[in-house]
Structures are given as structure tokens and as C-alpha cells.
């Protein structure tokens, strides 16, 4: 029972990342790889706002969160949108992403230095027990916030007119510009929402690790499976996609060491992507001709 309360809870968490990639897929049909700094960002922006002891703590989370997604949406418009301009097949965006993960991390590391700094924003103290089983009440947090997160955006995303639009844009963005609606301003929002969430998680995970410019390396790989077992088309893929990660990997680490735990879960995204590409969730694409 241990290592699968455990890799629940460690699933919600890459899953509250996960929707970072999923946000700008179904919105944008591009994914920033520079999401592992953005985490990075939303930790050291709140770091920078501790002291500040007029402002309370939910106020240094937003200025965080706030950082990540202001720098989001500008990484959309200045340097996703501008190599999207040859349809669906134009990917000159992936290593446009890619070098702005190098430029973050090369101005982190001489702005704050390679060592983590500690954070107590939004810290929690002790665990809590669930079955039995011991678990950190921070990431039972990160868990419980990737559950509510998730609910909130599938919400949005079906039952209003944010919503319709986002899919409208996502399906023929020419179609929707002539009918009034800006692709690259609904596109700058996704990439806003989505880099905030990157954002969250780093301030809520520095907690635990400190605040360091390769902070979210680690949770960078496992974040990109569970997308894809999920299905980077479908909102409810991080959920699942993180849960069979997380408990797979926990249960292999369990019966035969670490080194298993992680290999279990990247053959996992290998069978997936073998027997339904799009992933789980995910619905295939029909390209009429």
C-alpha cells in the first residue's frame, strides 16, 4: 500500500506540471521546453519578495505566480509566434523553447548561483497519515492543488465561452481571427496560465528542495511522460497519466531498487506511445483531404 499512496501523490504533482505542456498544446499546438526554468522563476521571484514581512504570504505566491506568467507570455509572442507562421508542421518553435531554457538557466546561475537557497513560503511542516502510510504535507498539497487545478481548467475549458474560444483557435485560427478573436492573444493567455502553474510549483516545491536554477530538471522528465500518457490533447490526461506514473514507478522502486522505479515509468510512455500515440485521453487527429 506505501508505494502507491506514495506514487499518487507524487503522480498529483508531476501532473500539476503536466498541464503546463497540455494548457499550450490544446491552445497553441506548441510546447515551451523551457518549463523547467519557469519553475525555477516562480521560486526565485517569490524568494526575492520574503522579506517583505507588510506583504502576506498569499501575496508572495502571486507575485510569483505573476513573474512566470508575465515572462510566459512574452516567450509566446516574441519567440514562439514568430515560428508558427508555415502551419501545423512549422516546429522551428522546439529549439526556439529550447534556447531560451539555456538563456534562463546561464542568467539564474550568475544572477543567484548554483547553490539552493532555502525557501519557507508556503512551507509545511510534518506529514499526514493516509492509510497507514506517512506523507510529507507539502506534497500533499502539490497533489491536492494539481486535482483542483485540473477540475477548474477542464471547467473552464467546456462549460464557457473562454473555453469555446480556446478550441475554436486551437482547430482553424484563421477561421476564428476573421470572426473577431485574436489567435496570438488567446495563445500569449494560454502560455500565461500555463507558465503561472510552472510558476506555483516551484514556489511550492523550493519548500522542500530550495530555490535553485536546476530545480526543475528533475521533475521535467517525469512531467513530459505523464503529458504524453495522459494525452497532450485532453485536460483530465495529466490526472491519469499521473497516477499510472507515479505508481508504477513507486511499486517498481519498491521491488527492485530506484534505478527500476524510473525505467518502469519511461516503458511505460514507450508502450503508450506505441499502442495509442496520442495518448490515453487523447483523440487521434483526422486530417480531411
Known amino acids: 500500500m506505501e508505494p502507491v499512496i506514495i506514487g499518487l501523490v507524487l503522480g498529483g504533482m508531476y501532473a500539476l506540471l503536466a498541464q503546463s505542456f497540455v494548457l499550450t498544446f490544446v491552445t497553441t499546438r506548441t510546447l515551451n521546453f523551457a518549463v523547467g526554468e519557469f519553475v525555477a522563476v516562480g521560486a526565485f521571484a517569490t524568494l526575492a519578495v520574503a522579506s517583505w514581512g507588510w506583504l502576506p504570504t498569499v501575496g508572495k505566491i502571486a507575485i510569483g505566480v505573476l513573474a512566470a506568467a508575465l515572462l510566459g507570455a512574452l516567450v509566446y509572442r516574441f519567440l514562439v509566434l514568430p515560428f508558427t507562421t508555415q502551419g501545423e508542421h512549422d516546429v522551428r518553435w522546439l529549439l526556439s523553447t529550447v534556447a531560451v531554457s539555456f538563456v534562463l538557466l546561464n542568467l539564474m546561475n550568475n544572477v543567484e548561483g548554483p547553490s539552493p537557497q532555502r525557501s519557507e513560503t508556503a512551507k509545511l511542516d510534518g506529514a499526514v497519515d493516509l492509510l497507514g502510510v506517512g506523507v ?121 531498487g530506484a534505478v527500476w522505479g524510473e525505467t518502469a515509468g519511461l516503458l511505460l510512455v514507450i508502450a503508450v506511445l506505441v499502442w495509442k500515440p496520442e495518448g490515453l485521453l487523447g483523440r487521434r487527429a483526422e486530417v480531411k483531404l
Open 136 to 256: 510529507s504535507k507539502q506534497q500533499l498539497l502539490l497533489a491536492a492543488l494539481a486535482l483542483v487545478i485540473s477540475l477548474g481548467l477542464i471547467a473552464v475549458t467546456q462549460r464557457t465561452s473562454i473555453g469555446l474560444v480556446m478550441r475554436a483557435v486551437s482547430q482553424d485560427p484563421d477561421t476564428t481571427s476573421l470572426m473577431g478573436v485574436s489567435p496570438r492573444v488567446v495563445g500569449m493567455g494560454s502560455y500565461a496560465v500555463a507558465m503561472g502553474l510552472a510558476g506555483l510549483a516551484g514556489i511550492l516545491y523550493a519548500a522542500n528542495v530550495g530555490a535553485s536554477p536546476v530545480m526543475g530538471e528533475p521533475l521535467l522528465v517525469a512531467s513530459i511522460a505523464v503529458a504524453i500518457v495522459g494525452g497532450l490533447g485532453s485536460l483530465w490526461g495529466p490526472l491519469v497519466g499521473g497516477a499510472l506514473y507515479g505508481v508504477l514507478s513507486q511499486v517498481a522502486s519498491y521491488q527492485w
